[in-house]
């Protein structure tokens, strides 16, 4: 099963796209976070990386592409992916080319801005393994101990790019650049009311997978 989820910044691609991954035993591949890895190990692509993503800007099409068709061809991958975050553009969806076609689900996220600016301005993520949490009390999940991870104890901290600034740099670029694909794609994508709490998102997730409506 091949899955793109869509939405603007804090929607919960990364939340909803992780209990997908666990539940069909296929790779959450996150764009940004496969930057941030590469930006953390130093390599070529992270050094292109680190400017564009602290700002809030996109990285260049072709570089964030290759990241993907490279990654897509390995191993854990024959079953099926879950891409987070990839195409954010009309140029990259072209250079993905007929791998758009085989794509079995389209999912976009949608939720009130101010919910995401909420949930962004709380987010805090283990500087270890890359898990997220949350420090606002109304949203999921809040770590168990504060500034630290539930799953391998590593230090939360906040995202360089989760400045009121950036974001709203972030979510601009949505609207600009995102949302043309969605409207390319219109007849393949499929809505979710991502304002819930995340069990609930999930299961309405679940339900277009296996039902093929919500
Ligand atoms: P990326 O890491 O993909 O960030 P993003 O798209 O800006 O999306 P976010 O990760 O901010 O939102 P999310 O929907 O995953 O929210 P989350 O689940 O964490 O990209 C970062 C940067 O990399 C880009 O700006 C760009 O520079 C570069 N990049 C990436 N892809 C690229 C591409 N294709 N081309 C070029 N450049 C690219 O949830 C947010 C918070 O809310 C969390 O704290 C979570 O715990 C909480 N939460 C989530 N769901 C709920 C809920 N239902 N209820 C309560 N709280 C919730
Ligand atoms: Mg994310």
Avoid: W
Avoid at 3 to 10: A, V
Avoid at 68 to 83: M, Q
Avoid at 165 to 193: C, N, Q, S
């Amino acid at each position: 099963m091949k899955i793109m989820l869509f939405g603007p910044q804090g929607a919960g691609k990364g939340t909803i796209g992780a209990m997908l991954s666990k539940k069909y035993e296929i790779p959450l591949l996150s764009a940004g976070q496969m930057l941030r890895d590469a930006m953390k190990e130093g390599t070529e692509v992270g050094k292109i990386a680190e400017k564009y993503i602290n700002e809030g800007n996109l990285v260049p099409p072709e570089v964030i592409t290759n990241v993907i068709k490279e990654r897509i061809v390995k191993d854990d991958c024959e079953n099926g992916f879950i891409l987070d975050g990839f195409p954010r553009n009309l140029e990259q969806a072209e250079l993905f080319g007929e791998k758009m076609d085989e794509i079995d689900y389209m999912i976009e996220f949608e939720a009130p801005r101010e919910l995401l600016i909420h949930r962004l301005t709380g987010r805090r993520t283990c500087k270890n393994c890359g898990e997220v949490y949350n420090i606002h009390p109304d949203c999921d999940p809040n770590p168990k101990v504060s500034g630290k991870c539930d799953k391998c104890n590593g230090e939360l901290y906040q995202r360089e790019d989760d400045t009121e600034e950036a974001i709203k740099k972030r979510l601009a670029i949505y609207d600009e650049e995102t949302v043309p694909v969605l409207e390319k794609y219109k007849d393949r994508v499929v809505k979710i009311d991502a304002g819930d709490n995340p069990q609930a998102i999930f299961e309405r997730v679940v339900k277009v997978l296996e039902k093929g409506s919500q």
